[in-house]
Every structure is written in C-alpha cells, then in structure tokens.
C-alpha cells in the first residue's frame, strides 16, 4: 500500500543543527467493537392527527414528524405504531420497528453521536428512553473501521471495515487484541550522549491521546514478566495503573529506535556562519550574496542556495543514520566478515555519525551532522570557512596529498629581460637580435610575482607577492618537459624542439638554460619567405630565429598538501539543481584574474575517485595568438585549452566530476592567412598539456603560420580565494565525537569472539601515494593509527602500489596474507585503553593477549597491518546491545619495515565498528 509507513517530520528548525530520533512504538490494544445506541417510545391509542414527535441532535437541523402528514393515523394504535416506526427508518436517523405493539424500538447508527438525540413528543407519545448506549469502541480509527495491520497513522482510505461485532446476535461474542503501532519522532534528541536515541525525554503514548511523562523507556532486561529482549525498549509498569494511563492491554508500550535524522535550517547557505542553512524547497524566489560575492545574487523559485543542492525541507540519504537492527538465530560468520570487512574497505560503511564541525574546520561550527559530512576545503584565505589547503601560486593547479607535477610554460624572446625570466646574449654576439648559440635562458622563480595573470609571467604588481614566500616546503623545479620553438619550415616539416647545450639549476628555484646552435632551416612558417637556422652559431652572422622560444617546466610539489578527506564516492556535491558554479564558492569575484573570461562560471575543477585532490583552473578571455602549427594536421597550443566535446558524459568519465561551464561556441578557433575563422576538430585534445589541436582540412603547408583564439585554461594566482565542499565518510569506529568519548565508550569492553579472519591485510598505499589501492581505492581510510605514533595521517602511506612478498608480487597496494599464527578466539577478548587517534577514530591501545604473524614483504615500507573478527557484546552500553554483533579490527602501522604481524603492546591497537545491519544474535 502506497504511503502506509509514512513518516511525518517536524519543520525544519529556524537556527542552528537539529537531530531527530524517529522510533517506532508498539502496543497491545483491545479493539472494542462500536455500539448502537438505543431508544423506545409507546404510542397512545387516543393519538390524534397533527400530534408530532421530535429528533434534535443540537447539531444538525431537528427532524419533526407529524402524524396523518407524515405518518399514518392507522385502524388501531398497533398499527399507529407500525406507520410512525416505519417513518422513522425511513428518515435515515435509525432503524425503527414495532414488533406487532404499541411500542417503537430505535437503533441508531453505530457510534456515540447517537446518544447525542433529544426525543421530544406531544402526550400521545410517550418517551419511555431517550437514546443510549452508543459508543465508538476502542482501539479503532472510526465507529466502523479498523487500522490496517494495526497502523496508527495510516491513510484513512486503507482502513478495514469493523467487523468485530457478531451480526447474527449484534453484540461482541470474544475479545479482541490489535498489536498496534505508530512512528514517534522526538526533536532535538543529543545523538552525542545517547547515541541509542532513548534517553530521559522519550515518554510512551502507547493507545493514549498524548503521551505520558510518567513513563520511560527502559532496555527490555531484568524487567518483571517480560523475557529479556536485547534492542527491545519497554515503558510501563505491567499493572493495571500503567494499563490505564497507557490504553493498553498489558500494560507496556514497546519501541525499537529507526533512526537519526538531521536537519538543515531555513536560514540559508552562509559559508562562515550558517553552512547547515538552506531555502525551503517551496520558495517563490530568493537572493544570495554568496553566490557571486559580493554581488547580490536572485535565486529562482525551486532552486537551492546551496552548493550541494539541497533544501531543508527535503530530506537524502546523507541526513539519515539507520539505526534499524536484524535480529537472526542462525549466521553464517564466515561469510558475514568478508562482507562487514570488504564494506569497510571499500568505504561503504555508514553505521556512525558525526557532526562535521566536530571533524574539521568548517563554516565556524556551523557544519552538518552525518556519517558524511560537508567538508569544506579553503584555497587562498584563512578565513575560518574551512580547512587550509594552500595558496594559489600562479603555477598550481592540482592541490593533492600525493606528491604531483604541475607544468607550467613560459615564453621568452630572444631580448626578453625581467626579473623573472631574462636572456644574456651570446658573448659571440652581444648585440644579436635572433637567437644565438650559448644565449642563456635565466629563469628565476624567487622573482616571480604571483599576484598576476596566468599569462603575464613577466610582470611585476607594486606589491609584489613571491613565489618562494607562499609555495609549499620542499616545492622544486625538476625538469625541463620541453622545450620548443615557434617556427617551422612550409616545405617541410621539421623538428621543432630546442638544441640545448646545458642546463643548470634543476632541483632548485633558479634554472639556467644555455641554447646549442641549430642549423635547421626556418622560414616562419610563410610560404616563399627565405629560410634561417632557428640558432645561429659558428659565425659572428645574426642568422637565427626570432620568434618565440617556449619551455615547459615540471614544478614538483611534496604529499600533504591536498585535500583533508578523501571525497566520497557515492555522495559527491556536483549538483543538478543547484546555483552558481556547484561546489565551487569564491570569497569575492572581485580578486578573480583581469583575464577571466567574461561569465559567471568561470572556474573549471575536478576530482578523482580515491585521490585527496582538486584540479582547478580558470577559463581565460578569448586570447588570439599566432602560431606556427606542428604539421599540416595539428596545432599545438602553448597553453590548455578550453573546450567542450558535445558527447561528453559522466557515464564516460567515471572517475571525475566535470562541469562544462561553456558550450562548445567556446572551442578553439584557427585560420590561414584571410580565411575565415574555423573549429578545431572535436579529437583535438582540450584541457590537456599537451596542446594538440587537429584540424581538417589539411594546412596547405607542412608548417604554416596560423591565427588562432582560444579560451586558455590558467592557474590562479594569489589574489584569488576559494572554497571547495565535498562529502566524505566520517570515521565509522563507534563513538567518535569531538573531546572526550570515555562518558559513551564502554571501559573495559569485553566481548565474546565468535571468528576470527585466518587472514591479514597488508595495506601499503595510502594518500601520500601517487596510485591507488585495488580493489579498493581508500582501503586505510577507516582504520585508526597508534596514537601514542603521533598525529599521523592517511597522506604518511606514500610507498607505491607495488606490493611483494616472496616470490609474488603485485601491482595492488594491498595483499591479503594467509596467517601462519592463529587469532585465537576460544577466550573472552578484553579491549582497554580508550584512546582516539588524529583523525578521531576511537581505539583501544590495549589488546588483550593478541598475537598474530604471517610472511614479511619483500621489502621495508610503510604500511597497514590488520585482522578483522566478529564478535558477541557481553554487557548493554550506551553503544551497544546485549547480544549484538560488532566488527572488531586489530591492527598495527609498521613505520618502515618488512614484517605483517599484530601483538599486544608492539603498535597493535582495536577498533569497535557497529555492524552494517546492526546484527543482533536472537534466541
């Protein structure tokens, strides 16, 4: 039946974060059939015609009859009788008859509106009772309807017909019992300190008309004639009193927790102050000033302020904890650990909760509440509307927690001097003005200002911010990627890259490029000019080049300086109804580069599945340039392109977020000589290094001078501040809270084990590796460090994904090892310790008697070691149930060496997980 377990939540709050516990309660009711109720009149034998008698329910109009004009005045009074108990039943009132007397038998409608009528008659007409006995039962919906399956809330038209009453005697012959049930929900419940839901304001209502704050809800143990019950709540007594005050048959109200839900405010998005605001989904029309600060932004009606996209009337996946148990008396373990462990491992796991401002740094406090919170990421300001990530430095684009390479071009002529980039002449030519052997290319990125355009790499602001003041330790010029001239021959092709003769300076911030003469011919790329070395050399003739020289350089930036969580898979904030540029905010549009192009969505990003990292850029205005293209078939662009190819799709593209701002009117554009301007072909290779632009038909040279305009895509500079929100899964260890967690982590946690893995995991790739784990792509996410190893992060993993041991080796990062030592499992398992690690993943640090081992890598590295088991919680808690089932991790994080083994007291720690499905052992 559509909508029969609807749930009705309250509105959203005005301020604030709200968290709602919905439950469901549970009662036995005695279902009382609906009574008629009854009346009797006696008709005189000296009744004369005008004589009446009178219905009145005070609420609708009184019905009068009249005797001769509404009834008949019969032979005898017997027949009288029969004429008015006919007019009666006639009338729709109640069902009337004479039984073959003077007297009128009434039974009105089921219900207790019956007993409302007042009877009134003139003498003849005696009254010998006045309508009674009529009630609407108990228990039931209507006076002739009964809940369906014994739902409290369900949609009137589902309701049964009532048929508890004996139609063959009119009167209840057994008494019935409904287990009835409604969906509770208590506002505003602390999840932190009660994280089962039930807590001193959860008060039973059972079949009563509100609920009764004399009652609590208590574990279902040790509670007199009630076996034990884990997962079961019970309020009343199991008396008559509570029976009353309950409605109910036993005395007991029963109730099992649904879940968490947590709400978003209707005070709208406001990034440092109100990140858990929202529009309603039904606004007509609304404004932001942080859309496009800080200008003021109109929002039309159905559309959210949010970066995500959602409202806070409108409740997803992410606003939901399930707190649902499965009850089973029979588990196949084996199967069960595989699966609870492999959730883990891949991520899908969302049995715990957290408040996001109580994870990291986020709107001042004003984050959400979920297993997968917002997280906001700040590039670019310190403001506290999240967690620092970096600077832009006008050469960056990719800001990752693994080591990255960004390129970054640079065009010099042949007397280019500024304090950035500068040539010394050929001291065998000091006044050349071409290209000349041992001309020296000085590149020096202390003297780079990053307060410019992406393009104007050789200017300087009157404050002038440096790159060395504000790129990340230990950032370094490798390599030079290449190195090529813009010149070409049109009779024939020829290579285009840059003889050099040395290069110093590489690993540090000041390269120097010394050029080796060329005697390869050029001529510009203009069908018929005469032809020139691109470097001249051997003489003291000016016969080089003088076009441009461009130099790709490889700028190396270490692990650590990516994103603070990993993104979540399955919750990524890439909008469809959102405003503005999705995940994407900027403080003020005002700090954007003066050669942005011209539109509101200017800003080009990407993530990828299992890495920390922003790719972000943004589209230059449409730049024209001439260029002497790579061969008849292609051009290559110093600078990526923006373009858009029309078949482009997510479905294609799984491992990245991609918003084209632009259509594809945006597309790089070319020409030869007065022709008129045409598309690149849709193979040309957009947003790519490497420049290549095809096009068809062919050049009608094989290197020909081109008009080209493009849309480039820069890097940002240090002007430009920005915030990037995503998702991603809190830790999922039971309990993990901001402070201390000892007032709801139990102290010691004794559990019966129930297996144990005949399994480690070796886990060797974590987020400072430039690969990523098969075949899951953040396997070490949710398992905890030693926090006695200090504040380690997921980014210190950076060995690469190939992982050997023995003769076997593989290109995974992980292994799963057989064990040659076995987890013992025939004795309680005693956790001590509580202790959190860095990244708030509760664990005990004391590990009772464990000690696992299996072969070695092959070699030392960093890594993960862990053996999953399931066990049996012995005791109630805050956490968890009697009987309930939890995924128990030992592990151990070996610094730098070979060896796969668990110990107590050697970096071996426990991790407690709820399971998924909140597992409870029946019996």
Known sequence: LPNLNLIDLPDPPATGKRTDFVYLEVWRALVHPSTSATAKIRVAENILGGDQITFDNGVDPATTLTCVTDFSLGADVYETALNLATAITNTGLADAESRGTDFIFMTFPQGSSGNDFVITADATIGIIQQPTGGSDGNGKPASDKIYIYGNTQSDSGSWLDDDVLDTLVNRETTKRVQLQYRFRVRENVDYKTTPNGFGAVIFPQGGALTEDTNYLYLPCKNISGLNDDNGLWVAGNGDQTSA??????????????????????????????????????????????????????????????????????????????????????????????????????????????????????IGSGSGDVSHTPLVCDQIGTASPYGNEVGLFDHIRRRFSSHPVIDRVVIEVLPNTSTPFVSVTPSPDLPGRTKWHSFDVIEIDFSNLDVTQDYASFNLTSGSPVYFTDVMPANTQVLDIIEIWHDDGNTTSAIDQSVSLSRVLGLGTNQISVELAVNDTLANGGVIGDPTYKLVGGGSVVDEGSSRRIFIALAVSYTEGNGLTMTPSVTDYVVPPGSFGQGAILETDTANRPTDIVAQDNAIEYALQDGYREILIEYIGERKTDQLVSFNQNTIKLPYKAYGVVPTFSSELNPNKTFLPHLDNT????????????????????????????????????????????????????????????????????????????????????????????????????????????????????????????????????????????????????????????????????????????????????????????????????????????????????LLFSEDEVVLVLISRYSELDASNYVASGDRTIASVYSTKNRILIGG
């Open 666 to 877: 945006y597309n790089p554009q070319y020409r030869e000589g007065a022709d008129p301007y045409a598309y690149v072909g849709i193979s040309s290779e957009f947003g790519s290094t490497s420049g290549l632009m095809y096009v068809s038909p062919a050049l009608s040279a094989h290197q020909v001078l081109v008009d080209v305009q493009y849309n480039p895509l820069g890097a940002l500079n240090t002007q430009n501040e920005m915030m990037l929100y995503y998702r991603s899964l809190a830790p999922q260890t039971a309990g993990a809270k901001a402070g201390l967690v000892t007032d709801i982590v139990s102290e010691p946690l004794v559990l019966e084990p129930l297996i144990g893995s005949n399994f480690m995991y070796s886990i060797q790739i974590g987020k400072g590796g430039t690969q990523i784990s098969y075949p899951y792509h953040s396997p070490g996410d949710q398992i905890a460090f030693d926090p006695d190893l200090g504040s380690l992060k997921e980014w210190d993993l950076k060995a690469s994904g190939v992982i050997s041991t023995g003769d076997f080796n593989i290109n995974t990062g992980l292994l799963k090892l057989s064990i040659l030592t076995p987890l013992d499992i025939s004795a309680d398992l005693t956790l001590e310790g509580v202790d959190k690690d860095g990244q708030s993943r509760v664990v005990y640090t004391d590990v009772d008697g464990t000690a696992v081992y299996t072969v070695p890598l092959s070699g030392a590295s960093q890594h993960k070691t862990v053996v999953p088991m399931l066990c049996r919680v012995k005791a109630s808690s």
């Open 244 to 361: 009353t005050d309950l409605n109910t048959v036993d005395g007991y109200v029963y109730a099992i927790p649904i879940c968490f839900v947590n709400r978003r405010n209707t005070g709208g998005f406001v990034p440092l102050t109100n990140v858990n605001g929202a529009l309603l989904s039904t606004h007509t029309g609304a404004t932001s000033s942080y859309i496009y600060p800080p200008a003021l932004t109109v929002i039309s009606a159905g559309v959210s302020d949010r970066p995500d996209g959602l409202f806070a009337d409108k409740i997803v996946s992410t606003d939901i904890l399930d707190m649902r148990r499965k009850v089973v008396d029979n588990l196949d373990l084996g199967k069960e650990l595989d699966y609870q462990f492999q959730s883990l491992l891949d991520n899908n796991y969302k049995t715990w909760q957290m408040d996001g401002s109580d994870l990291n740094d």
